[in-house]
C-alpha cells in the first residue's frame, strides 16, 4: 500500500460528505472556535498555509479577514470544492502531501493543520517541513483528535494486521512530540462533546482536560 495514494482515494470519496457538513463545523460545530483562538495571535495580514485544507472553507474564511492564504491538500475532488468556494478570494489552492510543501523556506508566518497529521505517514516529517516553511517565532495552530472523538475507528483494521492509513496520537503525545522537535506551546484549547461540556473540565488537570476532549488545539511558536 502507497499511504499518499490511498489517503488522497479516500479523501476523494469522503468529499461531497465533508463538503455538505464543513460549514457547520467551521460556523457553529466542533471547529467554531479555531479561527477566533488563532486569531488571538495571527498578526493582521499574516502569510499562512492551511495544511490539509479540505474543501477550503477555513481557507477562505481566513482570506477574507485579510490573510495570505495558500491551502494544500491531497485531494483533487476537495480542492475543487474548494477553488469554487474561494471564487472573490485571494486564496492560492495547492495539490501537494503536507509532508513535502512546494513552498520557500521561511515563506510563512504561520500555518494551521487542522486533523490533518493523523492522515500522514510521519507527523514528524511533517513538523519538520512546518519548520521549514515558518519563519522562526511563526505561529504552528494543530488539532489533534482527542480520545472521545473516537478517530480509533480509523486505525481499528491494524489489529488484524491491516494497512491502515491514520496514525493515531494522543493529544499528550503530539505535545511531547512537537515541543521535543522545536515547537514551543504558548496555548491550548480543548474541544468537548456536549455530555463532557456539563463537567467543570476547566478544574481538572491538564492530562485529564486531554483525556475528556473530542479534539485538542494547541498553538505553537516556532524556535
Known amino acids: ?11 476523494d470519496n469522503r468529499a461531497d460528505s465533508w463538503h455538505s457538513s464543513s460549514r457547520g ?18 498578526p ?8 490539509g485544507c479540505g474543501d477550503g472553507y477555513a481557507s477562505v474564511k481566513l482570506a477574507r479577514m485579510g490573510h495570505h492564504v495558500t491551502g494544500i491538500d491531497l485531494s483533487e475532488q476537495m480542492l475543487e470544492k474548494a477553488s469554487v468556494l ?34 500522514t505517514e510521519s507527523p514528524l ?3 519538520f517541513e512546518i519548520k521549514r516553511i515558518v519563519k522562526k517565532d511563526g505561529l504552528a495552530c494543530i488539532a489533534i483528535l482527542g480520545p472521545t472523538a473516537m478517530p480509533r475507528i480509523n486505525s481499528f483494521r491494524r489489529l488484524y494486521g491491516e494497512k491502515v492509513i491514520c496514525n493515531t496520537m494522543m493529544p499528550w503525545e503530539f505535545e511531547k512530540l512537537a515541543e521535543e522537535n522545536g515547537f514551543k506551546k504558548i496555548a491550548e484549547m480543548g474541544v468537548y462533546k ?18 475528556l476532549s473530542f479534539m485538542w488545539v494547541f498553538m505553537f511558536k516556532i524556535k
Open 125 to 127: 516529517k511533517v513538523l
Open 25 to 42: 463545523m467551521w460556523e457553529t460545530g466542533s471547529r467554531k472556535d479555531i479561527i477566533p483562538f488563532l486569531k488571538k495571535y495571527l
Open 194 to 211: 456536549r455530555e463532557a461540556e456539563k463537567l467543570p473540565v476547566e478544574n481538572l488537570p491538564l492530562e485529564l482536560r486531554q483525556s
Open 44 to 51: 493582521d495580514e499574516s502569510a499562512i498555509c492551511d495544511l
Open 1 to 11: 500500500m502507497q499511504w499518499v495514494d490511498e489517503a488522497e482515494k479516500q479523501w
Open 86 to 119: 474561494a471564487v472573490g478570494s485571494s486564496v492560492q489552492f495547492i495539490k501537494a502531501d503536507i509532508s513535502e510543501v512546494p513552498l520557500e523556506p521561511n515563506s510563512l508566518d504561520a500555518v494551521m493543520a487542522i486533523n490533518s497529521l493523523e492522515w
